[in-house]
């Protein structure tokens, strides 16, 4: 489609641009135990109209308890590696951010929202809460509290007066942003 089309020569450009078609330049990235070079930092961003909705639950009917633990234990994997990164991490929220969508934008060292974007964390409701500890390290335990335990939504600025967020910048500025976040 043309959608992704665009996205990947978006992301083809990104690639270029940041030197990530030097072998050097990646396999310096990589090397975390060696010659580590930091110069680079993961930037998510959703590509649709949300940042990112949470977890997939289609065909959760047809998983085993196993399975299904399984895939809460891999989100919590990556949710980890981007806590304890080498390398700058940074969310730019847009639009909602939604149960493991909300604990990839708390996850990150540096976390940006646009005016409007919504967060929840609804995991109490089902019984798994991924990422608690962090939330708690990151807005405080009093607040950690109130958002896991009301799971209701919380907007851009609520975000930004609990620490949630960083800034709330409008979507056309993340170029510039980018440029200057390190």
């Given amino acids: 489609s043309a959608i992704a089309l665009v ?5 083809g450009l990104g690639l270029v641009l940041s030197g990530m078609t030097q072998p050097t330049k990646v396999i310096g990235f990589l090397d975390v135990f060696g010659r580590w070079d930091a ?3 993961l930037v998510m961003a959703g590509a649709g109209p949300h940042f990112c909705a949470g977890f997939d639950f289609s065909g959760i009917e047809t998983l085993s308890e196993g399975d299904l633990l399984l895939r809460f234990v891999r989100i ?5 590696a981007l806590w304890h990164a ?3 991490t940074v ?6 951010a939604f149960g493991a969508g909300a604990d990839l934008v708390c996850a990150c060292e540096q976390r940006i929202a646009t005016p409007g974007s919504r ?4 995991g109490l409701r089902f019984g798994l809460a991924l990422g608690t500890r962090r939330l708690a390290e990151r807005i405080g335990p009093k607040y950690a509290r109130l958002v896991l335990g009301a799971s209701a939504v919380f907007d851009a600025d609520e975000a ?3 620490r949630f967020v960083d800034s709330i ?3 056309t500025e993340w170029p510039e942003l980018t440029q200057t976040l390190y």
């Fill in 160 to 162: 930004l007066r609990m």
């Fill in 86 to 88: 080498p390398c700058a």
């Fill in 39 to 41: 110069s680079l930092m």
């Fill in 76 to 80: 919590e994997q990556v949710l980890q």
């Fill in 7 to 11: 996205s990947g020569a978006l992301f």
């Fill in 169 to 171: 910048v409008p979507h």
């Fill in 91 to 96: 969310a730019m929220s847009h639009g909602g």
């Fill in 119 to 122: 967060f929840r964390m609804p």
